[in-house]
């Protein structure tokens, strides 16, 4: 029997649908109180002073760059083995990307980091990969003897835990995506900034809307790039529902290290980590065949990501001297992404795993 396991599913329930009907009523459509309820909510989760929404991450961590004055020739610590859009806003600050190599969880391997640094290097930028927190103290502990700034890429890991602590509460400031696959969403793009910094806080708020801070005095040239009521109190619902569809990852995740173990690779898990499983990314150098068996019996996968960023044709084009990296290198020709989200079934995750066994029975 062939089903339809698609990879991911956003967040949508009768009370996303309410919430949705009693904005269109309230006449109040961008930056209005859902958005303020909604970063102080976000605040909340990330243990931090403040949350700035915007369009997306991307939109987001640009004006942050922009508040922070990164300026061309900056150089910032970056695994190449991450999405693409957590270098874009760095390189049209004109920064240059310093890519490292990840360890067995897929995040920046901190042991790399020193040998990374330059006169200058401004900053580091650790993802927390797949829902699984980078390691953050070595970081840390770097960043502040080398005097660096860290910025947390934590599209892929609202809720996570890193020693307890949830991330986004520990470096400069972090940037969050509640893009539809992301583990919160709100019905199409959009992202945030939680810092402690009063200053940068208040930088972004006036960039994202015009310049300003009154509605008639713009005090510099800014953009629009603000959030809007409706998909805020999506995303409002979505968060009280956070944690419930977590657990379910973890569970599913469980489920696939049970069955999967000896039959694929897994992926590399901290004792100190509490991972949100953004993706399940499993391995084996028959990635692509495996892919296409899956995607004939209904089961959706992806790769992230398939060309890592120091080879992508933006960066060879504009940067020279890039570094040659094994690990990202050799995890790009073998990952696989299998189904997982918070409302994923667990005959689903059978199916999958089933296919899966049934493939290298085969073969
Ligand atoms: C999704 C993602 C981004 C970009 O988020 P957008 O909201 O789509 O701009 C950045 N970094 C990582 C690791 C991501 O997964």
Redesign the pocket.
């Known amino acids: 029997m062939v089903r339809r396991v698609p990879l991911s599913k956003p967040f949508i329930n009768q009370e996303v649908r309410q919430a949705v009907l009693d904005v269109l009523d309230s006449g109040r459509f961008i930056l209005g109180p859902q958005c303020s309820e909604f970063e102080l909510e976000l605040a909340g989760c990330a243990g931090r002073k403040h949350a700035v929404l915007s369009s ?6 640009y004006l942050l760059h922009l508040a922070m004055n990164l300026r061309a020739g900056d150089e910032i610590i970056v695994p190449s083995h ?2 693409f ?2 270098i874009e806003p760095m390189m049209h600050c004109g920064a240059r990307p310093a890519f490292v190599d990840i360890d067995d969880t897929y995040c920046l391997d901190p042991e790399l980091v020193e040998a990374a640094i330059t006169p200058r290097t401004v900053g580091i930028l650790p ?3 797949y829902g699984h927190p980078a390691d953050l103290d070595p970081i840390m502990a770097i960043a502040q003897r080398r005097n660096l700034w860290v910025l947390e ?1 934590c ?2 890991a609202h809720s996570a835990l890193y020693k307890g602590r949830p991330v986004g509460s520990i470096g400069m400031a972090a ?1 969050f ?3 539809p ?2 583990n919160l969403t709100v019905l199409g ?3 945030c900034i939680v810092t402690d910094d009063d200053r940068l806080a208040e930088r972004i708020r006036m960039l994202r809307d015009h310049g300003r801070r009154s509605k008639y005095t713009h005090e510099v040239a800014g953009f629009n790039l603000r959030f809007n009521e409706i998909q805020a109190a999506a995303g409002r619902v979505g968060l009280r529902h956070l944690e419930e569809l977590n657990a379910r990852r973890r569970g599913v995740a469980a489920r696939y290290r049970e069955r999967l173990a000896g039959i694929v690779g897994l992926p590399g898990e901290r004792e100190w980590a509490a991972p949100v499983y ?1 993706m399940f990314v499993v391995r084996t150098p028959w990635r692509d065949d495996l892919a296409k068996f899956l995607k004939e019996r209904g089961v959706e996968t992806g790769i ?1 990501y398939p060309l890592p960023n120091h080879l992508q044709p933006a960066v060879t084009s504009r940067f020279n001297r890039l570094p040659t990296l094994p690990r990202t290198e050799q995890a790009a020709g073998e990952i696989l992404s299998i189904p997982i989200h918070g409302q994923i079934e667990p005959d689903e995750v059978d199916y999958v795993c089933d296919t899966i066994i049934e493939y290298f029975k085969r073969h």
């Open positions: 997306s991450w991307t939109a987001a961590v991450t999405a859009p957590s993802v927390h990969l890429d599209a892929q940037a995506s509640f893009y696959s992301k793009d959009g992202g953004h992230h």
